[in-house]
């Protein structure tokens, strides 16, 4: 097969992704690199907490911000070409690393169909995380290693890496001594030349960018370190057991290529001799597993670099058996392979989570057009868990926005709660001391949050009307969905899940709907709420609801 045709094919996929996954998966996908490279370029937006206390480097962001600033130049910058561009640009990214690891893995058909359908990169590989970055810069460097031969070109993508993302290294420390280990090359002279000289020329352009853009000397690798390792601040924003990453991280972001990876392990601890880059590469999985596994906060991100490294030992084992099995195992195999990663690629691409990437289009709408009675442009409050949403990257006007913030307890203060913690703790308390009601011009022009919260702040809601209700996600379809799992349990005489009581507290601050509500102009405020009070009170004869008509208008 032609490479060109190859590296086609892995484009048109990736970049297919961009326009099929419409999803929201995780905050720092805006919050650390869009939103950032906004700020920079048009000089309004928000810089959350680790940009201020500079534990984020600004390489990645500055790459975005050039594609904005030419966007500018040109006056194309477009609310829908500074979400689309940067996505564009991951993608390529990704499809080139998808290109090198076919070509790392000797050309192999398996390998190529392995890098092509795994679910988790199909959703992540046009995203703008830092994660897709470091798995995109990964995959290259390992594609450069000297397997066999000898060179050096790999410590480039590497280094930038660990950069990028310091925990990056605990991949790449076995990977060097085993580079040590077979090297023609004194280990002074390959340290102090190669590894050494490198590393030093990656870090110090990187200390000198975030220098600059950060107004003082700083190391954000070591800040990095600093604050989510020794200061555990991680944690904060929720904690696993150790052996989360072995027993549900890593499979989760394996799929059903699960299976063939613990073929592929089984193979190489039998016959190590005949896998001998597997063998190494399991060595440095399970050494980079140990070591996030010490750490409190867990993600699936977190562990989307190992996925190259994984899905070559797949592919080595399947191509090694593929010349056994007969064409009916074969078409088989790929056949579940297929559609085990295609019912959860789509489903999480389309479906779950759906919401903020549809609302923010409305908002857009919203901040162009609107204007109360005094003129004024809209006033966007969000009561939603922090950063549910992206922000300015995605709305492009500088109109007024506030969140509720989740900055983690950086003081140690005692009985620390986050102003979202806060809010969430007693809604109608916190509303009525931090948001004025009079006069209602004083209010925020607009309120985003989820469907679970309406009742609680029912009565601050009187002001304002139902604009806009977005489809988010499917988990109160899940709960209705417990009679049918009640039938089972009877029918089978065990007992199954409560799904209810599993999604109590996701359901507690978020919901299946985002709203949008809108405060009431002048003159509005009784043809809207007239109604709204009429279902919350009982029936009334009929003379006293006409008197009550009469006493509002």
Request: aromatic share 14%; proline share 5%.
């Amino acid at each position: 097969m032609r490479l060109l045709y190859v590296f086609a094919l892995i484009l048109a996929v990736r970049l297919a992704s961009v326009f099929i996954v419409k999803t929201y998966y995780v905050p720092d996908e805006y919050w650390q690199s869009l939103e950032v490279a906004h700020k920079l370029t048009f000089g309004y937006g928000y810089l959350t907490w680790e940009w201020v206390r500079g534990i984020r480097s600004y390489v990645y962001p500055l790459i975005i911000a050039g594609v904005y600033k030419l966007l500018a130049l040109l006056q194309l910058d477009s609310a829908q070409l500074l979400v689309l561009l940067p996505r564009l640009l991951q993608a390529t990214l990704s499809a080139y690393s998808d290109y090198r690891f076919y070509v790392w893995t000797g050309k192999r058909k398996w390998a190529l169909f392995l890098i092509l359908v795994p679910w988790f990169w199909f959703y992540t590989g046009s995203r703008t995380l830092a994660n897709t970055l470091e798995a995109s810069l990964t995959t290259i460097a390992l594609s450069y290693f000297p397997w066999y031969g000898e060179g050096t070109a790999y410590l480039w993508p590497a280094a930038i890496c660990c950069f990028l993302r310091p925990t990056a290294a605990v991949i790449w420390l076995p990977l060097a001594f085993y580079h040590l280990r077979k090297s023609r090359l004194s280990v002074p002279e390959l340290i102090l030349k190669r590894f050494v000289l490198i590393g030093l020329l990656v870090a110090g352009t990187g200390i000198a960018i975030d220098t600059y853009w950060h107004g003082e000397l700083i190391v954000t690798p070591w800040e990095f370190l600093k604050y989510n390792v020794l200061h555990n601040i991680g944690s904060f924003y929720g904690s696993h057991p150790w052996y989360w990453y072995f027993t549900v991280g890593l499979p989760t972001v394996l799929g059903i290529n699960t299976l063939p990876f613990i073929f592929g392990i089984m193979q190489t601890v039998r016959q190590g001799n005949k896998f001998p880059i597997s063998k190494q590469l399991l060595i440095s999985i399970l050494v980079t597993l140990l070591v996030l596994s010490t750490v409190e906060h867990k993600e699936f991100r977190f562990v989307s670099s190992l996925l190259p490294l994984c899905l070559y030992v797949s592919a080595e084992a399947l191509s090694r058996w593929s010349y056994r099995a007969s064409r009916t195992q074969l078409w088989a195999a790929a056949s579940v392979i297929l559609v085990g990663n295609v019912v959860p690629g789509w489903y999480l691409s389309t479906v779950h989570q759906k919401g903020p990437i549809e609302l923010m289009p409305k908002l857009r709408e919203i901040a162009q057009e609107y204007r109360d009675e005094g003129e004024h442009r809209a006033n966007i409050l969000f009561l939603m868990p922090c950063h549910s949403t992206p922000y300015y990257s995605h709305i492009h006007e500088n109109v007024t926005m506030r969140f509720l913030t989740c900055e983690p307890n950086l003081e140690q203060r005692d009985n620390f709660k986050d102003e979202a913690d806060r809010f969430f703790d007693s809604p109608m308390h916190w509303l009525r001391s931090h948001i004025p009601v009079h006069p209602l011009s004083a209010l925020p022009s607009h309120l985003v949050l989820f469907d679970t919260l309406g009742d609680k702040i029912s009565e601050f809601l009187t002001n304002y009307k139902l604009l806009h209700s977005i489809e988010h996600a499917e988990v109160n379809k899940l709960v209705d969905s417990q009679a049918l799992l009640d039938e089972w349990s009877s029918a089978l005489g065990t007992q199954l899940p409560n799904v209810a009581s599993l999604l109590q507290y996701v359901q507690s601050r978020t919901g299946k709907s985002i709203l949008v509500y809108q405060r009431l102009q002048t003159g509005e405020e009784n043809a809207f709420n007239r109604q709204e009070y009429r279902e919350q009170e009982p029936d009334l004869p009929a003379a006293e609801t006409q008197s009550s008509e009469n006493l509002f208008n």
